[in-house]
């Protein structure tokens, strides 16, 4: 079977020339027209013998993914869904910030930690992406747009540090000056929290920037709105992220996206002002982008109240536009839209059955998460109930329960009102 090109390391190259009995610079000339050159096929080698190239067309393949479909927002950032070689998808975004070009790739098909107002994770996991296929929507960037990219944010499709090992070694193609020789300091892992992920990267000597989606420092809440903290836990990931700082001495990002009424309010950033102490952070603030109804954005009003209390707190905070909302940019979006037949056909580039046939068991899959959300709605109002039993505030929390009830098949947006004033009464006691 082929080998997909971009798998391969210098030494890897390296090993395979020698194999075949070829001169050892061809290794190096090889592994230039494909990371500097960007080449997707070995008849532009053309510094190559005839031999070689069709030796190596024998044992490669070099294509990059396949754009099924692109979008455009009035922001100038662009959306691609590609087509991987086994006819999996996963989205790309190219964000322009002035002169600044910013890619935010995928690491997984999808992602198989749901959280839940993240389209992605609501439209299940079919596999990890390998290094080459990560590092190919680099070089695809690049090739579409004539142009050096200016940062690389792992924060599209997927968890990377699900995928670590294949994460790592991307950067370390990316970066290596005989490969794409692309800075260290360009990259920005994203993660949702993963515990020995974190681990990894602080021992792996590759000085990249972390930034961690928290979005909630309240163990219920971050609990339900991610249900990963369930595994790796505040008060263990905190553990963590103090430890790869005092080894890195590096400021970690923390992304909040700002849900009303959910995790915008008073006490929500005192609570995360409270977790970041002794952190050297920098906090950005993302204006829920919505995904389909389970929440809403928060308002301007609560987003400027709870940049507010952080910066009074010295915490240096950025409220960050979402990007291309026209083009629903939010990772998974544009991949889910289309699993529902929600994009118009005209946009289509490709043939909608090739699209339709690749997105069908993420149909099922959002059957399937319905399902389990409910579950947890149920869990987390039956907790809701258990623990107020008394005091003066209880009927007038027993009237908004029981209201909220009503709507809780529908909405777990209500349930989590209920919590938030159980909380507050928790709060009031001691
Ligand atoms: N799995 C990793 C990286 C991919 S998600 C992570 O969770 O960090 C990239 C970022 O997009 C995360 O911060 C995630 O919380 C955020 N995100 C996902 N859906 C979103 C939405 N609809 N609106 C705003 N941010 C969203
Ligand atoms: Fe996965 Fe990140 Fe989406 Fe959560 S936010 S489901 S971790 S991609």
Same mark, same amino acid.
């Given at each position: 079977?082929?080998?997909?090109?971009?798998?391969?390391?210098?030494?890897?190259?390296?090993?395979?020339?020698?194999?075949?009995?070829?001169?050892?610079?061809?290794?190096?000339? !090889?592994?230039?027209?494909?990371?500097?050159?960007?080449?997707?096929?070995?008849?532009?080698?053309?510094?190559?013998?005839?031999?070689?190239?069709?030796?190596? &067309?024998?044992?490669?393949?070099?294509?990059?993914?396949?754009?099924?479909?692109?979008?455009?927002?009035?922001?100038?950032?662009?959306?691609?869904?590609?087509?991987?070689? @086994?006819?999996?998808?996963?989205?790309?975004?190219?964000?322009?910030?002035?002169?600044? *070009?910013?890619?935010?790739?995928?690491?997984?098909?999808?992602?198989?930690?749901?959280?839940?107002?993240?389209?992605?994770?609501?439209?299940?996991?079919?596999?990890?992406?390998?290094?080459?296929?990560?590092?190919?929507?680099?070089?695809?960037?690049?090739?579409?747009?004539?142009?050096?990219?200016?940062?690389?944010?792992?924060?599209?499709?997927?968890? #990377?540090?699900?995928?670590?090992?294949?994460?790592?070694?991307? !950067?370390?193609?990316?970066?290596?000056?005989?490969?794409?020789?692309?800075?260290?300091?360009?990259?920005?892992?994203?993660?949702?929290?993963?515990?020995?992920?974190?681990?990894?990267?602080?021992?792996?000597?590759?000085?990249?920037? *972390?930034?961690?989606?928290?979005?909630?420092?309240?163990?219920?809440?971050?609990?339900? *709105?991610? #249900?990963?903290?369930?595994?790796? #836990?505040?008060?263990?990931?905190?553990?963590?992220?103090?430890?790869?700082?005092?080894?890195?001495?590096?400021?970690?990002?923390?992304?909040?996206?700002?849900?009303?009424?959910?995790?915008?309010?008073?006490?929500?950033?005192?609570?995360?002002?409270?977790?970041?102490?002794?952190?050297?952070?920098?906090?950005?603030?993302? #204006?829920?982008?919505?995904?389909?109804?389970?929440?809403?954005?928060?308002?301007?009003?609560?987003?400027?109240?709870?940049?507010?209390?952080?910066?009074?707190?010295?915490?240096?905070?950025?409220?960050?536009?979402?990007?291309?909302?026209?083009?629903?940019?939010?990772?998974?979006?544009?991949?889910?839209?289309?699993?529902?037949?929600?994009?118009?056909?005209?946009?289509?580039?490709?043939? @909608?059955?090739?699209?339709?046939?690749?997105?069908?068991?993420?149909?099922?899959?959002?059957?399937?998460?319905?399902?389990?959300? &409910?579950?947890?709605?149920?869990?987390?109002?039956?907790?809701?109930?258990?623990?107020?039993?008394?005091?003066?505030? !209880?009927?007038?929390?027993?009237?908004? &329960?029981?209201?909220?009830?009503? &709507?809780?098949?529908?909405?777990?947006?209500?349930?989590?009102?209920?919590?938030?004033?159980?909380?507050?009464?928790?709060?009031?006691?001691?």
């Amino acid at each position: 079977m082929k080998k997909f090109a971009l798998e391969n390391s210098l030494e890897d190259w390296q090993g395979y020339i020698s194999n075949i009995g070829e001169a050892k610079y061809r290794a190096t000339q !090889i592994a230039e027209w494909i990371w500097k050159k960007h080449v997707t096929s070995a008849d532009e080698m053309t510094n190559l013998s005839k031999d070689l190239r069709e030796r190596l &067309k024998a044992d490669f393949y070099f294509s990059y993914p396949e754009i099924l479909l692109t979008q455009k927002s009035k922001d100038g950032t662009k959306k691609f869904l590609l087509k991987l070689s @086994d006819a999996e998808t996963i989205e790309m975004v190219l964000m322009k910030h002035g002169d600044r *070009l910013t890619l935010c790739l995928s690491t997984q098909v999808g992602c198989p930690l749901g959280c839940t107002f993240c389209a992605t994770g609501t439209s299940g996991f079919a596999r990890n992406l390998t290094a080459g296929e990560i590092a190919a929507q680099f070089l695809l960037a690049e090739k579409i747009t004539s142009r050096d990219l200016s940062n690389v944010v792992y924060m599209g499709m997927g968890e #990377p540090f699900l995928n670590t090992d294949a994460v790592l070694k991307s !950067i370390r193609l990316l970066n290596h000056e005989k490969l794409r020789g692309f800075g260290i300091r360009h990259f920005t892992i994203s993660t949702s929290g993963i515990i020995k992920g974190i681990e990894a990267l602080r021992d792996a000597s590759l000085p990249v920037r *972390l930034a961690v989606s928290l979005h909630a420092a309240d163990s219920e809440l971050r609990s339900f *709105l991610m #249900p990963v903290n369930e595994t790796n #836990p505040l008060p263990e990931l905190r553990k963590a992220l103090v430890d790869y700082q005092s080894k890195t001495n590096d400021r970690i990002s923390f992304e909040y996206a700002l849900f009303g009424e959910v995790n915008d309010t008073v006490e929500r950033a005192r609570e995360l002002v409270h977790f970041l102490r002794g952190i050297h952070s920098f906090v950005n603030l993302i #204006p829920y982008n919505a995904t389909g109804g389970r929440y809403k954005t928060a308002s301007p009003e609560a987003v400027l109240r709870f940049k507010t209390i952080l910066e009074t707190a010295g915490f240096e905070t950025e409220i960050r536009s979402s990007m291309g909302q026209d083009i629903d940019a939010a990772c998974g979006q544009l991949r889910r839209k289309i699993a529902e037949g929600a994009v118009e056909k005209d946009s289509y580039t490709k043939t @909608d059955a090739i699209i339709h046939a690749s997105m069908l068991h993420d149909a099922a899959n959002i059957e399937r998460y319905e399902r389990k959300a &409910k579950l947890l709605e149920k869990k987390i109002v039956a907790k809701a109930t258990k623990k107020t039993t008394s005091g003066g505030f !209880i009927d007038k929390f027993r009237r908004k &329960k029981s209201n909220d009830t009503e &709507k809780n098949s529908q909405n777990c947006f209500s349930n989590l009102k209920v919590k938030k004033q159980k909380l507050g009464f928790k709060r009031t006691k001691g």
